[in-house]
């Protein structure tokens, strides 16, 4: 089955640019939507975006101006690039498939979720 | 504030049934998107549960159920058990925010 793996740095300084990536293993990245997803410490989930295996995304307006979703498919990989980082970014931030159909959409599965600190 | 209205908390003991109310409005339940629920144990990634509103993915148990109707929507567990004690999500697609979103959660406490 599908198993998603985050990686990236722990510890960002404000006003850097944070960069993630997620490893699909167990199935191919392509014929699939892909998803981030964070959750600050103590607090509710907030979507961050997608990308499907063809490049076309989506992402949260209340994010849209400083995110960017990327995919490679020869690595079964897809990324996140956060710019302009404040302490509003700490978060726990997770990749998932985005599955589903327009009007029915759902996460699954996710990968553990990295935690990540902006701080100097 | 999110656009999808949870309780904060919720308890019953074991054996019991417990709902967990999602309050939506016309601009996502309304508007015909389904409702999909998951499932946060301590320390761990959340975890599909219910997804098209009342369908259960794979292992997950028949104590757990979904439903909605018009602008709300409601997650049920039979038979409450130890193990159920975690943190619920409702989620869907909000027009009016053009993003999809999650409810603000419930914490379910086992007594």
């Known amino acids: 089955q599908v198993q998603l793996q985050e990686s990236g740095p722990g510890l960002v300084k404000p006003s850097e640019t944070l960069s993630l990536t997620c490893s699909v293993s167990?199935?191919?990245?392509?014929?699939?939507?892909w998803a981030w997803i964070r959750q600050p410490p103590g607090k509710g989930l907030e979507w961050i975006g997608y990308?499907?295996?063809?490049?076309?995304?989506d992402y949260n307006p209340s994010l849209k101006s400083r995110v960017t979703i990327s995919i490679d498919t020869s690595k079964n990989q897809f990324s996140l690039t956060v710019l302009s980082l404040t302490a509003a970014d700490t978060a726990v931030y997770y990749c998932?498939?985005?599955?589903?159909?327009?009007?029915?959409?759902?996460?699954?599965?996710w990968g553990q979720g990295t935690l990540v600190t902006v701080s100097s | 504030q999110s656009v999808l209205t949870q309780p904060p908390s919720v308890s019953g003991a074991p054996g019991q049934r417990v709902t967990i109310s999602c309050s939506g409005s016309?601009?996502?339940?309304?508007?015909?998107?389904?409702v999909h629920w998951y499932q946060q144990l301590p320390g761990t990634a959340p975890k599909l549960l219910i997804y098209?509103?009342?369908n259960r993915p794979s292992g997950v148990p028949d104590r757990f159920s979904g439903s909605k109707s018009g602008t709300s929507a409601s997650l049920a567990i039979t038979g409450l058990q130890a193990e159920d004690e975690a943190d619920y999500y409702c989620?869907?697609?909000?027009?009016?925010?053009?993003?999809?979103?999650f409810g603000g959660g419930t914490k379910l406490t086992v007594l």
């Open positions: 998932a498939r985005d599955y589903g159909s327009w009007g029915s959409r759902w996460f699954d599965p």
């Open positions: 167990g199935g191919s990245i392509k014929k699939n939507h």
């Open positions: 990308i499907s295996d063809s490049g076309n995304t």
């Open positions: 016309d601009s996502n339940f309304g508007a015909g998107f389904d």
């Open positions: 098209g509103d009342r």
């Open positions: 989620q869907s697609y909000d027009t009016s925010l053009s993003a999809w979103v």
